[in-house]
């Protein structure tokens, strides 16, 4: 029965509309990512990252900061062509060699400093304990998540903190979910087999089970590969290194209280966007109820997410939208929290109400 549910979720044109979906995010990705002038620039930066990245060792730094001093000395000198591309340098230039340098040795000195500049944050956070400032048992606990943080390793975080921050796919997968989802809903009533089903009420609690056991397959694996190919074209145009290192190493995830690695973090935040699909999947499924065709469910959906979106909650619900927002939640924001409660608390209503009520193709005979 499962086999057959899922074949009618899945066609040939629901297949093509996932391609072309797919084809516009990869499609989006390289443009937004498209460093146009500046690819020399980066090419130059890649080449310097590749030689420091790892271990942070001194020779490292001092390989960074020696190399940087040298540009600086050049450029100061006035020594240099602005319009020549210059074969002996990183990215063509001097002065963008300079540039890139810095930046890249201020960002190894970030990392490099990093647990002295944990111990700055705690050593304020204990003055404010002791001036009864702040509540004491948070920060306390606060305190010990981050002492004794250290990092030991840099690698270039571009990549990888672009691929958390991107969030196009995301609107696309809704997109698609809601389409397809509402469409599988409506399968029964569209070939008036509704009626036949509903004879019984064996089959219909069968059916019910079912369709929600589909609903979260589909969106599961849907989700996962959006996933999957975002990161393979990040990864594709950065090299994304690192992955085991701990998301703090992240300058956006500085002061996270979590502990896990930079792959974990992702693993999570996929578990975190099924939970918000799933919610939508779910709610479809309840509109089924009081809504008596696709259309209207489609447009109640979008129209709700747009309305959502004018009132400025859209960017604070990081289950389902923007993967940045998940900055937030996790950089102790606790509004995006009471939103991630929220949301849970409402799918599991919905599941319980889908159940009493016999939302799924249940009806009046």
């Known amino acids: 029965m499962i086999v057959y549910e899922y074949k009618k979720l899945i066609n040939l044109k629901s297949i093509l509309f996932l391609f072309v979906l797919i084809v516009i995010n990869c499609a989006y990705i390289i443009q937004t990512n498209d460093f146009g002038d500046m690819e020399s620039y980066y090419q130059g930066y890649q080449e310097v990252v590749s030689i420091v990245e790892g271990p942070i060792t001194q020779q490292n730094v001092d390989f960074i900061y020696d190399e940087r001093q040298a540009a600086i000395d050049i450029v100061q000198v006035g020594n240099y062509e602005t319009e020549v591309f210059d074969e002996s340098t990183y990215t063509g230039y001097i002065y963008a060699d300079m540039n890139m340098l810095d930046e890249l040795y201020q960002d190894l000195q970030r ?154 973090f992702i693993i999570l935040q996929t578990v975190l966007k099924i939970m918000g699909f799933l919610f939508v999947g779910l709610l479809i499924a309840y509109l089924v109820f009081y809504v008596s065709n696709q259309t209207s469910v489609v447009i109640s959906i979008l129209l709700g997410i747009f309305m959502i979106q004018k009132i400025h909650c859209f960017y604070q619900i990081p289950l389902i939208t923007s993967n940045c927002d998940l900055f937030l939640f996790f950089n102790f924001y606790i509004d995006t929290f009471y939103w991630q409660v929220v949301m849970g608390f409402v799918s599991l209503v919905l599941l319980i109400l889908m159940y009493r009520k016999k939302v799924i193709l249940d009806a009046k005979i």
């Open 111 to 264: 990392v490099y400093l990093y647990g002295s500049s944990m111990d700055e944050k705690i050593t304020v956070l204990e003055e404010n304990i002791e001036k009864n400032i702040v509540d004491e048992e948070y920060y306390t606990a606060l305190i010990n998540i981050l002492s004794n943080r250290q990092l030991t390793e840099y690698y270039d975080t571009m990549g990888v903190e672009t691929y958390i921050n991107y969030s196009f796919s995301s609107l696309l997968l809704l997109f698609f979910i809601v389409m397809i989802v509402s469409k599988y809903m409506y399968y029964e009533k569209d070939n008036n087999m509704d009626s036949i089903i509903l004879t019984t009420s064996l089959g219909r609690r069968k059916l019910k089970e079912v369709k929600i056991i589909i609903i979260f397959i589909f969106i599961s694996l849907v989700t996962v590969l959006f996933s999957c190919c975002d990161f393979i074209m990040h990864d594709f145009i950065y090299q994304i290194n690192g992955l085991s290192n701990p998301i703090y190493s992240l300058s956006s995830f500085a002061s996270t209280s979590l502990t896990l690695s930079i792959f974990q």
